[in-house]
């Protein structure tokens, strides 16, 4: 058993920064693709990004490239989400998930473990 724990959300200014983390207990990450996904209200959960197993690729989703990166540090058991530039559009609740070895294309179904969730509100 994998249990994720994201924090690191908050209230941020449209063109503010971010940096969430997700820690994991019970397993090292080092053989999980570590993806984070988010959900704003009303809408489906969707994917953000991922990191593969082997931390060799990573993939985002079009509306976030080049603002957001994904980075693991397997001493610390822990996943980064650094959000730039962030848009109203951003906010939504925030989960990390785990996918034993996949790469970072791995689909939803693929993931074995979720987090909770942290909040991410953008303010125009």
């Known amino acids: 058993q994998v249990q994720l724990v994201e924090s690191g959300g908050g209230l941020v200014q449209a063109g503010g920064s971010l940096r969430l983390s997700c820690s994991a207990s019970?397993?090292?990450?080092?053989?999980?693709?570590m993806g984070w996904f988010r959900q704003a209200p009303g809408k489906e959960r969707e994917f953000v990004g991922a990191?593969?197993?082997?931390?060799?690729?990573?993939n985002y989703a079009d509306s976030v490239k080049g603002r957001f990166s994904i980075s693991r540090d397997n001493a610390k058991n822990t996943v980064y989400l650094q959000m730039n530039s962030l848009k109203p559009e951003d906010t939504a609740v925030y989960y990390c998930?785990?996918?034993?070895?996949?790469?970072?294309?791995?689909?939803?179904?693929?993931?074995?473990?979720w987090g909770r969730g942290t909040q991410v509100t953008v303010s125009s």
């Open positions: 998930a785990a996918a034993r070895w996949e790469d970072a294309w791995a689909a939803v179904y693929e993931y074995d473990y």
């Open positions: 019970g397993r090292t990450l080092s053989s999980y693709a």
């Open positions: 990191i593969s197993w082997k931390s060799d690729t990573t």
